[in-house]
């Protein structure tokens, strides 16, 4: 995918940059959300499977939905848009959240969209005209918090074994506390930022 601003010349295409930018923040949020929903209910590896993929389409088609943005387009002031410049119906925004797992071959398009954009017929727009929302720190912070997370389960484990302790049982009050932590740290940033 390259962004020339030469094929669609009219609309204000989001950069290479930014894409990745929006990328790797949404990622992250919707890969941990989804992992969240997974250790809570988790049963086997095919249902955990689905649901890691079910969960980041539910983030990514509600945040479109409903703000036309996802947190990483709000960090990089960019929304996705229709042909003439309106909110994406929701038969595009659907096509364009199912196609968008398979979107992976994007890079090598050259038509300035990725498949998800070209098949949906949306498009991915810079607007400097939009309120900033910085939530690259958010990922950043889910990022550690789930590495905290993964260190604190293996200590916990090695714990649990030496003392002879239900680990499951730490292992479960730690994440919810780490959980709520979370939680509560970004209702203070959401509320300080509207």
């Not at 094929?7 to 949404?26: K, P």
Request: hydrophobic share 45%; proline share 1%.
């Amino acid at each position: 995918m390259k962004v020339t601003n030469k094929v669609f010349s009219n609309l204000f295409l989001a950069s290479e940059n930014e894409r990745a930018e929006n990328f790797g923040i949404d990622f992250t949020i919707s890969s941990f959300l989804a992992l969240i929903v997974i250790y809570f209910t988790y049963s086997d590896v095919k249902i955990a499977f689905l649901t890691y993929f079910v969960v980041r389409f539910i983030y990514y088609f509600s945040f479109e939905i409903i703000f036309s943005r996802t947190p990483g387009k709000f960090e990089t002031l960019t929304l996705v848009v229709n042909s003439e410049g309106n909110k994406p119906s929701i038969f595009q925004l659907l096509t364009r959240n199912i196609i968008r797992f398979i979107s992976i071959f994007s890079g090598v398009s050259d038509n300035e969209r990725a498949i998800h954009d070209s098949i949906s017929n949306t498009f991915v727009i810079k607007d400097n005209t939009l309120r900033k929302i910085e939530f690259k720190k958010i990922a950043y912070l889910i990022y550690n918090v789930s590495l905290f997370i993964y260190l604190l389960s293996i200590v916990v484990e090695y714990f649990s074994k030496e003392y002879q302790i239900d680990s499951k049982s730490t292992i479960d009050i730690s994440i919810i506390i780490t959980v709520i932590a979370c939680i509560s740290i970004l209702y203070k940033w959401i509320k300080n930022n509207f």
